[in-house]
């Protein structure tokens, strides 16, 4: 299979990521990159977005790209952890990140995120570990979701 567009991505997602409006801007084996523009919804009370943002964007682009690359194999990707560190605060506009693959073992696979604000100021680094396991029936949740 071959891996699909950004553009079979967004009109393709659904769930908690529809709700925050993450945009996936390309996804490759190795690299994933999206974005999400700052809202008062998506903000905490001291008018910063939210770590919980941050969280979501980083395991959904982790598991995203780990679950395309070993959906042909029967298997599917799940969170396993998630460890962010906060060093500029985001109040407005949009907030971009990078998502490398760092490690690609059999049982799990390691991210780095890297969030940067519309200055390219980096604001924000997550660690992100996703297991690999065998899918229940064969299928995972990715699989016929993209044409």
Known sequence: MTNPTAEQINTAMR???????????????????????????LKQPAGLLHGGVYASIAESLASLATALGVLEQGQMALGLSNSTSFLRPVTSGVVEATATRMHRGRTTWVWDVRFTDEQDRLCALTRMTVAVRPAPDGRTPVSGRFP
């Open 15 to 41: 769930g908690f990521d529809r709700l925050y409006v993450l945009e996936v801007l390309a996804c490759g084996d190795s690299e994933v990159r999206a974005r999400v523009t700052v809202r008062d919804e």
